[in-house]
């Protein structure tokens, strides 16, 4: 007699009704969320900062190393961008039309 099982199931991705359902979803996933950030630091040595709000409207962080430092540095970021260094041909072309110029 075999038994027949379900298995997981892929679901509709669409705002839950139930408010109680909604709530239980949310921390689950808040959880794995903060989980897969605490593994990609580890794993890559990245500094990662996260804000949740919740249905009830608090507030979750998340930060490594700390949640002010990553948003304060991202806040520095965008005052003083760092410029990118561009490679490639047309890179190359621009360098060599600077050096012939001068």
């Given at each position: ?15 839950m ?59 520095i ?18 360098d ?7």
């Open positions: 007699m075999a038994r027949s099982r379900k298995g997981r199931r892929k679901i509709q991705i669409v705002k009704e139930k408010d109680s359902d909604l709530q239980v979803t949310y921390s689950k996933r808040r959880q794995g969320l903060f989980k897969k950030a605490s593994e990609l630091c580890t794993l890559c040595g990245v500094e990662i900062g996260i804000l949740v709000f919740s249905p009830g409207r608090k507030v979750f962080s998340f930060g490594n190393p700390d949640v002010r430092y990553v948003f304060n540095r991202f806040k970021y965008h005052q003083n961008p760092f410029q990118l260094t561009e490679f490639g041909p047309s890179a190359t072309i621009r060599l039309n600077s050096i012939l110029s001068q």
